[in-house]
């Protein structure tokens, strides 16, 4: 009895102990509110007009970055499917034989019918041992979670999730509602902060306030103090957003960029790579006008994706001479494994160029804008 509380006592203060950054961000939030519409839109812009549209602009950056992050932070990674899943029977065969090329002959009877096209760096079949499945293409097995996430990027704890198939649109949105809100700030209150700090360093408190032009010391406090910290937010959001908005272009999570997925042939960094409009379509979807929502709109099921197998090559740079040009198919017919049919939004990423112009009808668009399928997979994994 002991051992097995003191393990459930050990858990439970990692719960807590990952929710503090979480926790950490939202005082911070919090308190950004209160210094921004309190103590300078009411407490210290004395021109109506002026503090009218300051509140609005705010509250809408302030609503799109709230809803952003908790979309994030409350969507659940998604997890292979059942397919993926080894039987009662295969796992009791796979424990009977000896590690090598006995198992891997094994999962290649098991990946025969699957979409499994990545391996490991020394060629095998990727397979995870604790959660006893095949690895999905760009699927890892987050150690924090201690479970397999579609399409993974990295485990962040700011928002004490997986950020994978799943939640990737809504980080990316985090990020961009994170950083045109510290830019408001920066900009809307650079002004008041040049009035507090160039009073700020004269003799005499009667002049310091006429020049300031702030009602008290409080409101000067959470001026300067909102400036400083808003600008530099923008700094870091800058570059982790310019850094993932470059990996949407390549098609590319953080763990892909670090390490190039393996194919058959071998290492290649754009084996997913569709080219810049495709890679973003396929993270945000088709319809425009769900681009800058934080809902599900990515394409795909997370566990299959089209590929364009072609060794180092960008898809965006010219194209090779024609004898190594790549195919324009998701490259089932070049793997040692008869692929599973993709899915009609898949199938349009790799085959269909026109299905990215403004006239595509509604029923090259049924996936695009549905609830987030991470719900309603869950207990069905």
């Known amino acids: 009895m002991a051992p097995s509380g003191s393990r459930s006592i050990k858990r439970s203060c990692k719960r807590v102990l990952h929710w503090i950054p979480v926790l950490f961000i939202s005082l911070i939030v919090a308190w950004s509110y209160y210094a921004y519409v309190v103590q300078l839109c009411i407490a210290s812009i004395e021109n109506v007009g002026e503090k009218i549209v300051y509140l609005l602009a705010y509250h809408f950056f302030f609503i799109m970055f709230v809803w952003a992050y908790w979309q994030t932070i409350y ?19 796979l ?16 990946v025969k019918d699957l979409p499994v096209y990545t391996r ?28 397999c996430i579609l399409k993974m990027d990295h485990h962040c704890p700011w928002v004490n999730n997986c950020v994978g198939f ?142 364009c197998l072609v060794n180092n090559q960008d898809p965006e740079q010219p194209s090779t001479p024609p004898s190594q040009s790549p195919p324009n198919k998701s490259g089932g017919e070049a793997h040692q494994f008869p692929a599973k049919p993709l899915r009609e939004s898949q199938s349009r990423l790799v085959h269909s160029g026109e299905s990215f112009r403004e006239s595509d009808g509604p029923e090259d668009r049924e996936r695009t804008g549905t609830p987030n399928p991470a719900m309603t997979l869950e207990n069905e994994v």
């Open 95 to 110: 424990e009977r034989v000896d590690r090598g090329e006995s198992q891997q002959e094994i999962l290649r009877r098991i």
């Open 120 to 147: 490991t760096m020394s060629g095998a079949i990727r397979f995870c041992d604790r959660c006893i499945l095949v690895k999905p293409d760009r699927c890892h097995h987050c150690s924090v979670c201690d479970k």
């Open 166 to 307: 799943s939640n990737y649109k809504f980080f990316m949105l985090f990020l961009a509602y994170s950083l045109l809100y510290c830019l408001f700030i920066t900009a809307t209150d650079l002004q008041y902060f040049i009035k507090f700090w160039m009073a700020g360093g004269k003799i005499h408190d009667r002049l310091n306030e006429y020049l300031s032009g702030l009602p008290d010391t409080q409101a000067k406090f959470h001026i300067m103090f909102l400036f400083f910290a808003a600008s530099m937010f923008s700094v870091s959001l800058a570059a982790l957003f310019a850094y993932h908005c470059w990996l949407v272009c390549k098609n590319r999570s953080t763990l892909e960029a670090v390490r190039a997925p393996a194919f058959c042939h071998g290492p290649d960094k754009n084996g997913f790579s569709l080219g810049i409009s495709k890679n973003f379509r396929q993270v945000f979807g088709d319809e425009k006008k769900f681009w800058p929502v934080p809902v599900f709109s990515s394409l795909g099921d997370g566990c299959a994706f089209p590929t």
């Open 75 to 93: 969507t659940k990674p998604m997890h292979p499917l059942k397919e993926f899943h080894l039987s009662y029977s295969d796992k009791e065969l």
